[in-house]
T-cell receptor, first 115, second 115 residues
Framework: SQQGEEDPQALSIQEGENATMNCSYK?????LQWYRQNSGRGLVHLIL?????REKHSGRLRVTLDTSKKSSSLLITASRAADTASYFC???????????????FGEGTQLTVNP | EPEVTQTPSHQVTQMGQEVILRCVPI?????FYWYRQILGQKVEFLVS????????KSEIFDDQFSVERPDGSNFTLKIRSTKLEDSAMYFC?????????????FGQGTRLTVV
């Protein structure tokens, strides 16, 4: 398997339900970020969790990180039809003193929230 | 809210032609990136740029690709002689200082179609 793999690949739920997406990775990371992409559009940053953090909240989003298992989860509570999109985890590695953070993206989870 | 802007949103070009994709990163950001996403595939890192030079590049970023920051605001990606397989969505991103764990903000992308 590759760095930044999400599961499930596709998730279909009813409005109001919670959606949980998981991500696994292989190498050491500086942080892990979750992004959302509406069909054919740009990537919208949702939340960043640092390697020394275990859980983070932002509105209806809750992210966990388990560095011992090299895995993360994104929970969207009380989902809405407008949450329908692809969700990607991206692991960040900063190779050197003056390097930017190279993000390695997973395949994504396609979330469909039915009204 | 500040955002990364990319132009054009869609470009069609003949195989073998040169293309320049343009980006205006967020003004106080120091690190700039290009990523691409071939239809139906993962988002892939191409290159990161800091202090007027490339800080890291992937194996995809071969001699056909170059980046430039011609002035204080623009950041460009040039593909010298396009191939059919260069058809993809190209995303520009910027971040303040990834070593402090800050997120990367992405533009809406340029869809490049090589015919």
């Amino acid at each position: 398997s590759q760095q930044g793999e999400e599961d499930p690949q596709a998730l279909s739920i009813q409005e109001g339900e919670n959606a949980t997406m998981n991500c696994s990775y292989k190498t050491s990371i500086n942080n892990l970020q979750w992004y959302r992409q509406n069909s054919g559009r740009g990537l919208v940053h949702l939340i960043l969790i640092r390697s020394n953090e275990r859980e983070k909240h932002s509105g209806r989003l809750r992210v966990t990180l388990d560095t011992s298992k090299k895995s993360s989860s994104l929970l969207i509570t009380a989902s809405r039809a407008a949450d329908t999109a692809s969700y990607f985890c991206a692991t960040a590695v900063t190779p050197g003193e003056t390097s930017g953070s190279r993000l390695t993206f997973g395949e994504g989870t396609q979330l469909t929230v039915n009204p | 809210e500040p955002e990364v802007t990319q132009t054009p949103s869609h470009q069609v070009t003949q195989m073998g032609q040169e293309v320049i994709l343009r980006c205006v990163p967020i003004s106080n950001h120091l690190y700039f990136y290009w990523y691409r996403q071939i239809l139906g595939q993962k988002v892939e890192f191409l290159v990161s740029f800091y202090n007027n030079e490339i800080s890291e590049k992937s194996e995809i970023f071969d001699d056909q690709f170059s980046v430039e920051r011609p002035d204080g605001s623009n950041f460009t990606l040039k593909i010298r002689s396009t191939k059919l397989e260069d058809s993809a969505m190209y995303f520009c991103a910027s971040s303040v200082n990834p070593r402090h764990g800050t997120e990367a903000f992405f533009g809406q992308g340029t869809r490049l179609t090589v015919v």
